[in-house]
């Protein structure tokens, strides 16, 4: 049952244009997203994440949107650049008073920026 | 800061033997580390989660006697592959939490086991 989902496996835009990449979640408990980037052989690198309470959190290039009532999130990259090609994955928690809840990945979506 | 490594970054191993890959955090300590495994194409999937001095939570699926983690100190936890068959080749990645209240996951750049 995969409670997140990436719908594009790949996606190509052209360099300087945006790039946008979506995902969608079932699971109702979850109340924190974040967003991954990822090179072939190496482990995940956090870009940028967003609390359940906003819908909107913007870091430079990076904008992640949260859509609850659709269960659904997206990552805007602008303007998109050729070292932002990569595998990005979205994840998601449940947060708990500890901190070290575990996360649920989607799919991923493998980006190419066309020079 | 807020490094994480892993050892092996690749291994090759026989069918039948044992792999230990270690993961530990360079700069901070961790409580909690979580093991994950990656098929090609495929998205990561929790394995378990380890907290120092505890035993670990595993996964639905996920065989405890098969994937043996220690989490013996708040820098170093180790997963054995014990008797690794060739379905168990995959990348391996770990990652880890800090002490302090933190949202984000640290993740390890991963360990390549290839069973032949």
């Known amino acids: 049952d995969q409670q997140v989902k990436q719908n594009s496996p790949s996606l190509s835009v052209q360099e300087g244009r945006i790039s946008i990449l979506n995902c969608d979640y079932t699971?109702?408990?979850?109340?924190?997203f974040l967003w991954y980037k990822k090179y072939p052989a190496e482990g995940p690198t956090f870009l940028i994440s967003?609390?359940?309470?906003?819908d909107k959190n913007e870091d430079g290039r990076f904008t992640v949107f949260l859509n609850k009532s659709a269960k659904h999130l997206s990552l805007h990259i602008v303007p998109s650049q050729p070292g932002d090609s990569a595998v990005y994955f979205c994840?998601?928690?449940?947060?708990?008073?500890?901190?070290?809840?575990?996360?649920?990945f989607g799919t991923g979506t493998r980006l190419t920026i066309i020079p | 800061g807020a490094v994480v490594s892993q050892h092996p970054s690749w291994v090759i191993c026989k069918s039948g033997t044992s792999v230990k890959i270690e993961c530990r955090s360079l700069?901070?300590?961790?409580?909690?580390m979580f093991w994950y495994r990656q098929f090609p194409k495929q998205s990561l999937m929790l394995m378990a989660t380890?907290?120092?001095?505890?035993?670990?939570?595993?996964e639905q699926g996920v065989e405890k006697d098969k994937f043996l983690i220690n989490h013996a100190s708040l820098t170093l936890s180790t997963l054995t592959v014990t008797s690794a068959h060739p379905e168990d080749s995959s990348f391996y990645i770990c990652s880890a939490v800090g002490d302090s209240f933190s949202y984000e996951q640290y993740f390890g750049p991963g360990t390549r086991l290839t069973v032949t």
């Open positions: 994840a998601a928690k449940i947060i708990s008073n500890f901190g070290n809840e575990k996360l649920t």
């Open positions: 699971n109702s408990m979850f109340d924190y």
């Open positions: 967003i609390s359940s309470i906003k």
């Open positions: 380890s907290n120092e001095g505890s035993k670990a939570t595993y």
């Open positions: 700069d901070f300590q961790a409580t909690t």
